[in-house]
Structures are given as C-alpha cells and as structure tokens.
T-cell receptor, first 111, second 114 residues
Framework: GEDVEQSLFLSVREGDSSVINCTYT??????LYWYKQEPGAGLQLLTY?????DMKQDQRLTVLLNKKDKHLSLRIADTQTGDSAIYFC???????????FGPGTRLSVLP | SAVISQKPSRDICQRGTSLTIQCQVD?????MFWYRQQPGQSLTLIAT?????????ESGFVIDKFPISRPNLTFSTLTVSNMSPEDSSIYLC???????????FGPGTRLLVL
C-alpha cells in the first residue's frame, strides 16, 4: 500500500537553513505537497510539485524531488521563529485527490 | 485559493451525544473532503462529499457513525454520532482547488469527548 514517511523532529537555529525530508512508496504519484500546521490551526498549503519536475523554488522555500529514490525534501532558507510548526508531506495518485499524508515533522527554531 | 470556515471551532461533548460540524467555502467547489487528525497524529481521510450524491467513505469509516450532507456546492456537514472518548480529534474539511491539483483546508474543529 501507499506509505509516506518523515522524521518526526527537527531543531535548527534561527537564521540557519532547515531541510525536512520525506520518502514515499507510490511510484504513480502525480503531485507531492508540503503543508504547514501551526499550533491550533488547520493545514496551510506551502508548495507542491508535479511528479515530472525535480525542483521548485518559491522565495525561501526550495522543493527537491528525486523520483528514482522516491525522496522529497523541503528546504527553508533563513529559518525564522515563525517557521516553528509541523510540516506534513503528502502525495496524491489522482491529481488533487486520494491524498496520503506523512506523520509530520515538528520543526523547532531555536533563538 | 479558497477561504474555508468551520463551525464550531472547538467543543467539549458528553459520551453518547452527537455533534454536527459545518464547513463553508467562499466559492463553488466540486469536491469536499472530511479528515480526522487524532492527537499527535497525521490526517486520515474519512470521506469524500460530492454534491447531489452520497458521500464515499474510506475503509474503517461508516455512514451511521459519520453521516455527511452536501446540499450545495459551497457547504457540507459532518456529524460525529454516538460519541466516545476515542472520537476526540481535530476534524478538518478540505476542498479540491479550482485547478484540481491540490486541496485547501479549513481551520479544523477540535472535539473533546468526555
């Protein structure tokens, strides 16, 4: 079956770069996503990438996709305290449907 | 992106009662989804709600426990029936974006069952 895995915790110093990693098993994924969940809030879509791309950049965010290894990463440049949150990786087999979420990575940004 | 609101934002309920959660979108959308996020866990899809047809439930979720309505293209409700403490979770609705490439989520309803 489909499975999405992430490391559960990551701590970085303010100003450093954060790299959050995700692996998935479904080779027929169409899109891969990164969502952010702040305490007490819903999920905010950060970015997503089509499965035939290998990189996407949006301001401080860089997404890298290695389709051969089924590995997705999210790099946050110049990490700020406001970036502290849980980051969920997700993949879909059917465009915007049939999402499978990873367990989430809790990012802590230390002053 | 769509603007999505949910009511109530949180509630504390007694065992054996039912709670109906509302999800309102600021534009017409074809597909709406209901998820459950148990404490400290990831999201699990409960069902897909399409206007004009019965909701499609995922394995492990049944209509008697989680009845869903979808009366129009901007609104849906999820009822959590005959609640037990195991139903304590965040319930989130989401909608399929206009480009049908992604989903946008509401703020969630935080439910505690005593």
């Amino acid at each position: 079956g489909e499975d999405v895995e992430q490391s559960l915790f990551l701590s970085v110093r303010e100003g450093d770069s954060s790299v959050i990693n995700c692996t998935y098993t479904d080779s027929s994924s169409t899109y891969l996503y990164w969502y952010k969940q702040e305490p007490g809030a819903g999920l905010q879509l950060l970015t997503y990438i089509f499965s035939n791309m290998d990189m996407k950049q949006d301001q401080r965010l860089t997404v890298l996709l290695n389709k051969k290894d089924k590995h997705l990463s999210l790099r946050i440049a110049d990490t700020q305290t406001g970036d502290s949150a849980i980051y969920f990786c997700a993949e879909s087999r059917n465009y915007g449907q049939n999402f499978v979420f990873g367990p989430g990575t809790r990012l802590s940004v230390l002053p | 992106s769509a603007v999505i609101s949910q009511k109530p934002s949180r509630d504390i309920c007694q065992r054996g009662t039912s709670l109906t959660i509302q999800c309102q979108v600021d534009s017409q959308v074809t597909m709406m989804f209901w998820y459950r996020q148990q404490p400290g866990q990831s999201l699990t899809l409960i069902a897909t709600a399409n206007q004009g047809s019965e909701a499609t439930y995922e394995s492990g979720f049944v209509i008697d426990k989680f009845p869903i309505s979808r009366p129009n293209l901007t609104f849906s409700t999820l009822t959590v029936s005959n609640m037990s403490p195991e139903d304590s979770s965040i319930y989130l609705c989401s909608v399929l974006g206009r480009g049908q490439e992604t989903q946008y989520f509401g703020p969630g309803t935080r439910l505690l069952v005593l």
